[in-house]
């Protein structure tokens, strides 16, 4: 797995407790507690399409496909050294035949079908363009911030919308600060409704980091704020609802 270069060496690590076998590079995004909690907020069904966008190595639909083993997983990622690890990936958790990873850029791709996927999940980059300094390394740059990919959050959420069935779902994990760029971005030209926003809080008192959000296509019932999760207890331990999703792959109910 190694090469003479550091800087693509790959290293194997799991999710859910071992569920889920993972390559990942040794230098760049790796998957994290917000891949688990992504993965776990996308509903899934028997025989499910859901699409994967920004899918990195494939850490988040793996972890759908974990949940369960009979929905379809298609991925797009515009580097194709992790498309090829999510291919990997895919074969390492003996679900290969369940899955289809495609490298492009979301602002250009035309292979996918439109209109087609129950669910699209997206982990966009967090930092807005010209808000910070971008990562020398190009997979962080591609990572962390939209200015590298050329895609602004508004991109991903009209891409999205274009690859969802009518009533479809849209699930997204974002910085809780950016919250209202969200909620503008869903429901510009009435692209999204039925909001659902489910806070995750580091521990109890704190200001919540993340904000998972899921959005209907051109469903239009009224914004619902859930109680959302805390993930630590004082001590720095998983609490109980969050050991249940990270280890044991329980959903996060957002109905």
């Known amino acids: 797995m190694k090469t003479n270069d550091n800087s693509n060496d790959v290293i194997e690590t799991t999710?859910?407790?071992?569920?889920?076998?993972?390559?990942?590079?040794?230098?760049?995004?790796?998957?994290?507690?917000?891949?688990?909690?992504?993965?776990?907020?996308?509903p899934l069904k028997n025989s499910s399409s859901i699409l994967d966008v920004g899918c990195g190595a494939g850490s988040a639909g793996l972890c759908a496909l974990a949940r369960?083993?009979?929905i379809h997983l298609v991925g797009l990622d515009i580097q194709q050294e992790l498309i090829d690890l999510a291919l990997q990936?895919?074969?390492?958790?003996?679900?290969?035949?369940?899955c289809h990873f495609f490298r492009g850029s979301l602002l250009t791709e035309k292979v996918i079908p439109d209109n087609y996927f129950n669910a699209v999940l997206m982990n966009p980059p967090y930092q807005e363009g010209g808000t910070h300094t971008p990562s020398p390394r190009k997979n962080k740059a591609l990572s962390h911030g939209e200015e590298a990919s050329g895609a602004k959050l508004a991109d991903w959420v009209r891409y999205a919308h274009r690859k969802l069935k009518n009533g479809g779902t849209a699930v997204m994990i974002h910085r809780a600060d950016r919250l209202d760029d969200v909620i503008v971005a869903l429901e510009n030209r009435r692209w999204f409704g039925s909001?659902?926003?489910?806070?995750?809080?580091?521990?109890?008192?704190?200001?919540?980091?993340?904000?998972?959000?899921?959005?209907?296509?051109?469903?239009?019932?009224p914004m619902v704020l859930k109680p959302g999760l805390i993930i630590h207890e004082k001590?720095?331990?998983?609490?109980?609802?969050?050991?249940?999703?990270?280890?044991?792959?329980?959903?996060?109910?957002l109905d």
């Open 235 to 253: 001590d720095g331990q998983y609490t109980d609802g969050a050991q249940r999703i990270l280890s044991a792959a329980e959903a996060i109910d």
């Open 89 to 98: 990936n895919a074969a390492l958790n003996g679900v290969s035949e369940h």
């Open 15 to 42: 999710l859910l407790r071992g569920k889920v076998r993972l390559l990942q590079p040794k230098v760049g995004f790796h998957a994290s507690l917000d891949t688990v909690f992504l993965a776990a907020a996308v």
């Open 195 to 221: 909001l659902v926003v489910y806070p995750l809080w580091s521990k109890a008192g704190e200001d919540a980091k993340r904000v998972i959000i899921r959005a209907r296509k051109e469903r239009y019932a």
């Open 68 to 70: 369960n083993h009979h």
